[in-house]
């Protein structure tokens, strides 16, 4: 049995804007005070995990401990099927130290193309870690497929959304109705497993 979150305060374990801005709207209707550990000047913890998961874990702990509040992480990547999962967990790290996606973007396209890949397709993954300043953790995973466009389009969303098309719709993430992106999105998807397990009754 999941633990509930029943506290009236939450730290987003982030420094990345657009994913503070895209928790935040999904966490609206649950009255919660969100703040984020960009916000707090808490310290980003080296993310030595093997997985997504276990990245998630590391920073949502890491800002639980720092802040005595309860802390919700994420750890998101891309996946690329013809890159053996690369950049995966790494696809923060693609962008350099000034988190530069556009150069993440194009090392992407470039290893395609060094590659000679017809084969396009991708997913979006993302872990969501919930922690307890006692150390408790609840974590939860999705995944959202898709296939790559070259060049990037849009300028909505944050990362490597601009190249990245989902099954099923023809606009990239960077062109889509930020609304529509957080109804289906890899995110989404985790954040709806959260709710029902850990937000249930709330809101």
């Given at each position: 049995?999941?633990?509930?979150?029943?506290?009236?305060s939450?730290?987003?374990?982030?420094?990345?804007?657009?994913?503070?801005?895209?928790?935040?709207?999904l966490?609206?209707?649950?009255?919660?005070?969100?703040?984020?550990?960009?916000?707090?000047?808490?310290?980003?913890?080296?993310?030595?995990?093997?997985?997504?998961?276990?990245?998630?874990?590391?920073?949502?702990?890491?800002?639980?401990?720092?802040?005595?509040?309860?802390?919700?992480?994420?750890?998101?990547?891309?996946?690329?099927?013809?890159?053996?999962?690369?950049?995966?967990?790494?696809?923060?790290?693609?962008?350099?130290?000034a988190?530069?996606?556009?150069?993440?973007?194009?090392?992407?396209?470039?290893?395609?193309?060094?590659?000679?890949?017809?084969?396009?397709?991708?997913?979006?993954?993302?872990?969501?870690?919930?922690?307890?300043?006692d150390?408790?953790?609840?974590?939860?995973?999705?995944?959202?497929?898709?296939d790559?466009?070259?060049?990037?389009?849009?300028?909505?969303?944050?990362?490597?959304?601009?190249?990245?098309?989902?099954?099923?719709?023809?606009?990239?993430?960077?062109?889509?109705d930020?609304?529509?992106?957080?109804?289906?999105?890899?995110?989404?998807?985790?954040?709806?497993?959260?709710?029902?397990?850990?937000?249930?009754?709330?809101?």
């Open positions: 049995m999941a633990r509930s979150f029943i506290e009236p939450l730290i987003l374990a982030t420094h990345n804007k657009g994913k503070v801005k895209e928790i935040a709207a966490l609206s209707p649950f009255g919660v005070d969100v703040r984020s550990a960009g916000e707090l000047g808490l310290p980003e913890p080296e993310e030595t995990g093997a997985t997504y998961i276990e990245n998630a874990v590391i920073k949502a702990l890491a800002s639980a401990t720092a802040s005595g509040l309860p802390a919700l992480a994420d750890d998101s990547g891309v996946a690329v099927a013809a890159l053996d999962g690369a950049p995966g967990i790494y696809s923060a790290r693609w962008a350099g130290p988190k530069d996606f556009s150069l993440a973007m194009r090392r992407v396209e470039e290893e395609l193309a060094a590659k000679g890949a017809s084969d396009r397709s991708a997913e979006f993954v993302c872990a969501l870690a919930l922690a307890w300043p150390g408790h953790v609840e974590s939860f995973e999705a995944r959202w497929p898709g790559l466009v070259w060049p990037p389009r849009g300028d909505n969303g944050f990362g490597y959304d601009p190249m990245f098309v989902p099954k099923g719709e023809s606009e990239t993430c960077g062109e889509m930020p609304q529509r992106k957080h109804a289906l999105s890899h995110r989404a998807q985790a954040f709806a497993q959260l709710v029902e397990a850990c937000f249930a009754g709330r809101g």
